[in-house]
């Protein structure tokens, strides 16, 4: 068994379209080199953040590239910078929060049993409409993560899944799956805003918790026995 890094560095970049030259001033030897000098063994950098946008020169998703990303190819000097340096660079992907994805495809966002779906209204800033991945979303999800894996192949050393978390919903999909099952679909959304399942299994339906599940078992076979796979915040994979 591997130990985690003993200082890791979370680089959080979640950054909006209204930002102008997103990495027109990098320098990557600067970068690398101020890591070393502040002794971080680990730094997650970023592929797609909370606003939905990639900061690397996308072939399968040339469309979600930030607006103004300067330096097409930042993701990848990130990478080879921190790692002419000895230190590791994991890469995060946003799972259930993407203000981008949620605009487009609302019939991919969790929904409530009076069909309001979680997070603010549109009209309001922040990216907080959640997506459930029981939905077309998985397969965008499945598609991106794989994008990441062909461009870096080797230099990979780990996938940070962000916002993974078992939330109720009632959506088309999930709606489908509850009538396959023969799952009830009575449930109340009085909770806290903060309430998961997670910290309260008892009496919680099976329906809610196994999407997850298999769509996590999915994502490891999908990794095709690449051990490189890490998330936060609901479950830990491993990280080489």
Same mark, same amino acid.
């Given at each position: 068994?591997?130990m985690?890094?003993?200082?890791?560095?979370?680089?959080?970049?979640?950054?909006?379209?209204?930002?102008?030259?997103v990495?027109a001033?990098?320098?990557?030897?600067?970068? @690398?080199r101020?890591?070393?000098?502040?002794?971080?063994?680990?730094?997650?950098?970023? @592929?797609?953040?909370?606003?939905?946008?990639l900061?690397?020169?996308?072939?399968r998703?040339?469309?979600?590239?930030?607006?103004?990303?300067?330096?097409?190819?930042?993701?990848?000097?990130?990478v080879?910078a921190?790692? @002419?340096?000895?230190?590791?660079?994991?890469?995060?992907?946003?799972?259930?929060?993407?203000?981008?994805?949620?605009?487009r495809?609302?019939?991919?966002?969790?929904?409530?049993?009076?069909?309001a779906?979680?997070?603010?209204?549109?009209?309001?800033?922040?990216?907080?409409?959640?997506?459930?991945?029981?939905?077309?979303?998985?397969?965008?999800?499945?598609?991106?993560?794989?994008?990441?894996?062909?461009?870096?192949?080797?230099?990979?050393?780990?996938?940070?899944f962000?916002?993974?978390g078992?939330r109720?919903?009632?959506?088309?999909a999930?709606?489908?799956?509850?009538?396959?099952?023969?799952?009830?679909?009575?449930?109340s959304?009085?909770?806290? @805003?903060?309430y998961?399942?997670?910290?309260?299994?008892?009496?919680?339906?099976?329906?809610?918790?196994?999407?997850?599940?298999?769509?996590?078992?999915?994502a490891?076979?999908?990794?095709?026995?690449?051990?490189?796979?890490?998330?936060?915040r609901?479950?830990?994979?491993?990280?080489?």
């Amino acid at each position: 068994m591997q130990m985690l890094s003993p200082r890791q560095v979370h680089l959080d970049f979640h950054t909006s379209e209204w930002i102008e030259g997103v990495g027109a001033q990098f320098d990557a030897e600067t970068f @690398a080199r101020m890591a070393k000098e502040a002794a971080v063994s680990s730094m997650t950098v970023f @592929a797609r953040c909370h606003h939905g946008w990639l900061y690397y020169d996308s072939w399968r998703f040339p469309e979600r590239v930030h607006p103004h990303l300067a330096n097409r190819n930042l993701l990848v000097e990130q990478v080879r910078a921190l790692h @002419a340096q000895g230190i590791k660079a994991p890469v995060y992907i946003t799972v259930q929060w993407d203000y981008y994805t949620a605009n487009r495809h609302p019939e991919w966002l969790i929904r409530k049993p009076d069909g309001a779906h979680e997070g603010g209204p549109f009209s309001e800033p922040g990216f907080y409409q959640s997506l459930c991945v029981n939905t077309g979303y998985w397969k965008f999800l499945q598609e991106q993560t794989l994008e990441v894996m062909e461009l870096l192949g080797d230099e990979l050393d780990g996938l940070f899944f962000d916002i993974v978390g078992i939330r109720p919903c009632t959506c088309a999909a999930c709606r489908t799956e509850m009538g396959r099952t023969g799952a009830s679909r009575r449930f109340s959304h009085r909770a806290p @805003a903060w309430y998961s399942p997670l910290r309260r299994r008892g009496g919680v339906p099976r329906w809610r918790v196994r999407p997850s599940r298999a769509s996590r078992r999915r994502a490891l076979r999908e990794a095709r026995g690449r051990d490189r796979l890490s998330s936060t915040r609901a479950r830990t994979f491993s990280q080489r």
